[in-house]
């Protein structure tokens, strides 16, 4: 799809599973299994969804990766824990799309839990290198700090590998807050779920996408009280999900999702209920 100067491609970095009691938190299995189904260890399987943003901006043409998802670094005992289906997928999708790992210009990850950044770093023998080599990955400094000094409560999800070698290499940039990060395209801190979340904006003259990362990973979280376990500040993320969904309600533009497993973007809009209803759109 074509969002101003950007070619914008849905891209399958690979699947997943999660606790459904993790993912759905005070909603009650009763209700949320009608319409994720868990398997007999109670996981539902997710997608992990990136962005491919292809144009020609300044006379340069930038080939933009949005999330790397799980990437293929773990051991037998994490792939199996979170049911990785397949290796290197996100690098077999963009090839599929004609995009080498060196043509990537930007990397911009919502925040660096290894369900976002793993796949930013791989294995080559007994180091760890970029994924990227030539990109500049961004993430909000607010993130790099959380994520260097975790809370207790996220420490599992962040694994120094996903980004120390980013770093090493001088291809981590950090961002302070909301701003553009190429022409059209916008960081925008969405926090909630941690405290450095931040949402990506691609801006045409008739619509733009938000991809929100983990504020509402799936479109069975448009209810805004359908918080996950995993959620740091609930509260702050009830009320960003309520200011983005109503700034997107009846218009054109289209909310993409990091985790949703079979509808990864569409349209929103508020029913007489208030309910916010997706429009699937095809990306
Ligand atoms: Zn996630």
């Not at 009691?21 to 399987?45: E, H, S, Y």
């Not at 999708?93 to 911009?108: M, Q, Y």
């Not at 030539?134 to 993130?143: D, T």
């Not at 799936?218 to 969904?245: A, E, K, S």
Request: proline content about 6%; some cysteine.
């Amino acid at each position: 799809m074509k969002i101003g100067d950007w070619d914008v491609q849905h891209v399958d970095a690979g699947f997943f599973k999660l606790d459904g009691g993790a993912m759905f938190g005070t909603v009650p299995k009763v209700i949320w299994a009608k319409l994720m189904a868990a398997d007999a260890l109670n996981r539902i399987r997710f997608a992990s969804n990136s962005l491919l943003l292809r144009g020609n901006v300044e006379g340069r043409s930038r080939v933009v990766v949005v999330e790397t998802g799980n990437g293929d670094k773990e051991d037998a005992l994490f792939r199996e824990r979170f049911a990785l289906e397949g290796h290197n997928i996100l690098l077999e999708s963009l090839a599929a799309r004609g995009v080498r790992p060196e043509d990537v210009t930007d990397v911009i990850l919502t925040h660096l839990h290894f369900d976002h950044a793993g796949g930013a770093t791989r294995r080559e023998g007994d180091r760890i290198v970029p994924t990227f080599p030539k990109a500049r990955h961004i993430v909000q400094r607010q993130e790099l700090l959380d994520a260097r000094n975790p809370p207790l409560r996220s420490r599992a999800s962040y694994l120094p590998y996903n980004w120390e070698p980013l770093l090493e290499a001088g291809l981590l940039e950090t961002v302070d807050g909301e701003g553009d990060v190429l022409p059209g395209v916008s960081v925008r801190p969405m926090p909630g779920h941690n405290r450095g979340n931040q949402g990506v904006r691609v801006l045409g003259e008739d619509r733009k996408l938000v991809y929100c990362g983990d504020l509402i990973p799936t479109r069975h979280h448009l209810q805004p009280t359908w918080v996950m376990g995993y959620d740091l500040d609930v509260n702050t993320c009830v009320d960003n999900r309520i200011r983005l969904l109503n700034e997107i309600c009846d218009t054109a533009d289209i909310l993409a999702f990091d985790h949703d497993p079979e509808v990864p973007a569409g349209t929103v809009r508020k029913d007489a209920k208030g309910r916010y209803l997706l429009e699937p759109v095809e990306l």
